[in-house]
Structure formats: C-alpha cells, structure tokens
C-alpha cells in the first residue's frame, strides 16, 4: 500500500469516527459560537476599531476552538490498545500523521466556514468582499494550526493532562501563523485586497508550512516510537 493511500485510509477512519461521534466538532462550535458572542459584547460591533481588530479576534477563537479537535486527534486511539496497534501496524508514521492532520483539518475547515457567516453578523463586517483571498489565508493559516495542533497531540498522547499541555506546547509554535493570519485577514476583513506591503505575510504563512510538514513528517516516527 503507497504512502499516499495508507494517509487516505486513516483519514477516512477519523472522519468517520467523528462523523459517527460529532463529539470534537460539535464542542468546538458551540466554544467557537460562545466566545463571538462573548467578544461582541466585549466590543461594540458599530465602532471602527472593533472592525480593525475583528480579524485578529477571529483567529483567536480559531486557535481556542481548533484546541478541542486537535486534543482527540490520538486521544481517541487510547482505549483497547487502539494507539499500540496503529504504531504496530504496517503503516509509517509519517502516513498516519499525514492522515491524521488531514481529518483535523477538514473537521477545522468546516468549523471555520460555518462560523464565519456568525461572526459577519455580529461584527457588522462584510467578510465576502475579498472572498477568495480570504479563503487562501484561512486555507494556508488553518493547515498550519492543525499541523502543529496535531504534532503536539502526538506528544502529549500519553501525558495524563494532556488537556493542559497541549495548549502550553501548541500556542507559542503557532505564534508566526497566527500573526500572519491576522494581518491578513484584518486587511482582507476592512474590504482592501493583499497587497505588495502584505505579500511578506502570505509568504511566512506557506512557507511555515512547507518547513513544518517536511520537519513533522520526518520527527513523527520518533515521536510515536521513541
């Protein structure tokens, strides 16, 4: 079986686990939902500076609410050996955390996608104006949360507060990602398109992750292994 395919089959098993489950997805929408809400009486949605900084607490909610998806990604594996087995099996690490990433980030995607309707609406800002951009930065940004998102789940898998760690771990390596994300998306969110001055920032975001995935898929194997 090539690498490419033993990726696709561990991305088909999470998605139907979840799927199956909705326990990560649902609870990271209902945490996303409540802190848009919790931000929009924090700051008045009619003020110019609110609609400044709305990119940046976009992304915020999106490193919170990505945290809960992240943290079942080999949680999940634990009970019966599951974990054990997986490492076990004829399969590299590299493909199972590929597959992995892959489902965590489609289950992101479509947090993402369905929240961003909820926060036009209660940020009284018009995020379709530079649709396509927007979705590149989202695309580039969500890829790198969920890669190191998914990297320290591996790390901390059998830590038993996990929970706590993987946050700890997680936030200070996404601190590039989530700068770049923002400038762009509060550009983007103020209706301007990407310009020469923030081309630096889209190049940051691809090659973060360029770096990452070739550093992850090559230090996954000692990670799970030892």
Known sequence: MGFFR?????????????????EAINASFAFALVILVLFSF??????????DISGGL???????????????SFARELPNDCLDALIAAPIS??????????ANYLLLLAVELVSLPVFGIFYNVRWTTQFWQLMLVLVLGTWGLTLIGTFCSA??????????????LTYPALVPVLMGSMQLTMTLM???PIGPD????????????????AASLVLVEIVLVG
């Open 93 to 102: 690490g590299a493909a199972l955390f590929l597959g992995k990433s892959v």
């Open 198 to 213: 923030m081309v630096p920032w889209l190049k940051l975001l691809a090659g973060f992750d360029l770096v990452f995935t």
């Open 58 to 72: 976009l992304w915020i909610v999106f490193a919170f609410a990505g945290t809960l998806i992240l943290n079942r």
């Open 6 to 22: 033993q990726a696709l089959v561990i991305t088909v098993k999470d998605l139907r686990a979840e799927i199956r489950t909705k």
């Open 42 to 51: 924090a700051f008045d949605p009619l003020e110019d500076t609110t609609r």
């Open 190 to 192: 103020a209706g301007k």
């Open 155 to 168: 790390l901390t898998v059998n830590i038993r507060l996990r929970e706590v760690m993987l946050p700890m």
